[in-house]
């Protein structure tokens, strides 16, 4: 069965998420669709890029991504289908995927068109998927793509002894997640002891495994599920119990033994 993924910026309140899911099985009920989420901020790229990035990893190969997040961004919009490492991507070209993956194959991108031109957004979406679930070649979507668009995202700022780092998520359990990743983090380590500050509390000095490495109401940190580093309270809200906010700063200081 095709599995096909949503993450969208409609909200659970309204009926847009239920359209799109129409429209995709009315070309095919044979779909499993997975919501990752529709409560992302209003037209914020970079939160739906970190989102599907999180996720899409976890997925079966062969899975459909769709990102439905800032549609509208410029009047005559486009909506682009591609594939990367085995999954393929549907979405608007408004420099979402460039958020999400790094080295994305731009001469393989193509620009999903209707030969009716009845080119809606949501039956460019499920026109894109219906292609794809008849193993059809992506090429036969429309025309390749001549203008990706590309955004920067705010990256920490290194040096041999410092990162900088910014604060781009909080969960639902207030968890405070930074955008260095459990790789980045160790090549500047280099197994060296560190600090992680943040407002005027106590400096972190240790990496934990699990919220409940340390007692209860104590600030932890620790490599979530997605390997992004994140500041949390055992059985707390740490953004709120810390005055932390989206798009702070947090300093992690590298000591030499």
């Known amino acids: 069965m095709q599995v096909v993924t949503l993450i969208s910026d409609f909200g659970e309140s309204d009926y847009y ?52 997040v800032n549609n509208y961004y410029d ?83 290194v040096t041999n002894n410092e990162i900088r780092a910014t604060i781009i998520h909080i969960d639902k359990f207030e968890n405070v997640i930074l955008n260095v990743h459990r790789e980045f983090f160790e090549h500047i380590r280099k197994n060296r002891p560190f600090e992680l500050f943040f407002k005027y509390y106590d400096p972190v000095r240790e990496i934990s495994n699990i919220y409940s490495d340390v007692a209860v109401g104590e600030v932890v940190c620790l490599f979530n599920s997605a390997n992004y580093l994140e500041i949390a309270i055992n059985m707390g809200k740490a953004a709120s119990q810390l005055h932390l906010m989206k798009d702070e700063t947090i300093q992690i200081k590298f000591l030499e033994s």
Do not use: R, W
């Not at 989420?37 to 999180?54: V, W």
């Not at 289908?81 to 995927?97: A, D, R, T």
């Not at 679930?133 to 990256?155: C, H, R, W």
């Open 17 to 68: 998420a239920a359209l799109l899911k129409g429209a995709i099985l009315s070309h095919n009920s044979d779909i499993q669709i997975i919501d990752i989420s529709h409560d992302i901020d209003t037209h914020d790229i970079s939160q739906a890029a970190f989102y599907l990035s999180a996720c899409c990893k976890k997925f079966p190969e062969g899975t459909i991504h769709i990102v439905a």
């Open 75 to 157: 009047p005559d919009f486009e909506v682009v289908l591609f594939e990367y490492k085995n999954h393929f991507f549907i979405g608007p070209n408004n420099g979402v995927f460039s958020l999400a993956f790094d080295s994305v194959n731009e001469d393989a991108i193509y620009k999903i068109l209707l030969d009716d031109g009845e080119n809606s957004l949501f039956n460019l979406f499920a026109h894109g998927v219906s292609l794809i679930s008849q193993n059809m070649a992506i090429t036969e979507v429309g025309p390749p793509l001549n203008n990706y668009v590309k955004k920067l995202d705010i990256q920490p700022v």
